[in-house]
């Protein structure tokens, strides 16, 4: 069972689709006018450079930022805050879920304090190898067991998703009994 949780931000994406734009029309101008191979050829280097940009765009659109997967019985909560690459956590160190606020990041002048809105994912503390993880910053941080998924990068946040995480955490997760909760 795969369950995407929380979606990248596709208003982003897609806007991210206009910069290859640029050279493929660059490249297509010297393929269609250019006069010998030198231009042309050009013309079909620009062109496969935006075709890469687009296809790159589209595999980010594709990516959600918190996954859950339940493969052969263990559930794992997949949190994608690196450009490539994956971070599993196991579904039973998950403790919850925070709606928060935090920097955007942007290139903006430091007086403009611009804030976006945030989830944050309570890691157990008692899972020491999930403390501190790398992450790319522009898309969140991972520190001291939270996680934190900038707003600017996933689906509009609110509280009524971040009620639904829970919710959905609560089904997923393993129950222990209340005897071996006491030990």
């Known amino acids: 069972m795969i369950e995407t949780w929380l979606r990248t931000n596709t208003r982003v994406f897609l806007l991210a689709l206009i910069p290859p734009l640029v050279p493929a029309l660059l490249g297509l101008l010297l393929i269609v006018h250019g006069t010998g191979r030198g231009p042309q050829l050009a013309g079909w280097v620009l062109m496969g450079l935006a075709v ?96 934190t998924v900038r707003g600017m990068w996933c689906e509009r946040l609110s509280l009524d998703l971040v009620n639904r995480l829970n919710a959905r955490l609560a089904k997923v997760t393993p129950q222990t009994s209340t005897a071996q909760a006491g030990r």
């Open 52 to 147: 890469v940009g687009w296809c790159i765009v589209f595999w980010q659109l594709r990516r959600p930022r918190i996954e859950y997967r339940a493969l052969g019985g263990d559930g794992q909560l997949w949190i994608y805050l690196r450009w490539v690459g994956v971070i599993r956590v196991p579904i039973e160190f998950v403790e919850g879920f925070l709606l928060g606020q935090g920097p955007t990041l942007l290139p903006v002048p430091a007086t403009e304090n611009i804030e976006t809105s945030t989830v944050v994912i309570k890691i157990a503390d008692r899972a020491e190898e999930y403390a501190r993880v790398d992450v790319d910053r522009a898309l969140g941080s991972w520190c001291n067991h939270y996680v």
